[in-house]
């Protein structure tokens, strides 16, 4: 039995919720998202509650019951409050910088790395070692702070790279010398 899958969704004050068919439509202060829900999930809405229904115990609707829940919630909370990702630059000479609404990333090649914010994505530069990453759809403020990521990783034996700010590197130690 989904525990997540069966917790009510309180919509709150400010957002408005649209469900035609298995397309639905969440609108709040911070703007719009919609998705396709799995054909073989069921939502209702009433008295500004939202459920998920499952029609059986397959283990396939089984998972995609918490996960539809999941999904809308995170509609809901993205049109609210939005969501954000830190990024931290390590490395000497390693810097970025804003450059219009795109990012321009000095790390180490013999070329600045220069990318573009995708739309419903902002990009905010507190200092050049520091990248925050916010939007609205959880799943693209991941996809683009790991498409940052992936210009340069970390790396085990000086850390240098880009990083995630809750991400712990584990050190690895250099080759022993001759004795």
């Known amino acids: 039995m989904s525990r997540i899958g069966n917790k009510p969704i309180t919509v709150p004050d400010g957002v408005e919720v649209k469900l035609e068919g298995q397309h639905i439509t969440v ?4 703007g719009t998202l919609e998705r396709e829900i799995h054909e073989n999930m069921k939502v209702n809405f009433e008295n500004k509650v939202l459920t998920v229904v499952r029609p059986n115990d397959d283990p396939k609707n089984r998972s995609l019951h918490g996960l539809t829940r999941t999904l809308i919630n995170n509609m809901i909370e993205g049109t609210t409050k939005g969501f954000e990702r830190k990024l931290e630059i390590n490395g000497v000479g390693y810097r970025a910088q804003k450059k219009g609404n795109g990012l321009v990333l000095n790390l180490g090649y ?3 790395v220069e990318m573009d914010a995708p739309e419903g994505i902002t990009f905010d530069v507190p200092n050049q070692n520091e ?8 799943e693209l403020v991941g996809q683009t702070a790991a498409v940052i990521r992936t210009k340069r990783p970390p790396e085990v034996y000086r ?4 990083k995630y700010a809750e991400e712990v590197i584990r050190r690895k130690e250099g080759k022993a010398g001759k004795k």
Do not use: E, M
Not at 27 to 30: E, F, L, M, R, T
């Open 27 to 30: 609108k709040g202060p911070k």
């Open 159 to 162: 850390g240098k790279g880009i």
């Open 131 to 138: 990248i925050i990453v916010k939007g609205i759809d959880k």
């Open 110 to 112: 013999s070329h600045p």
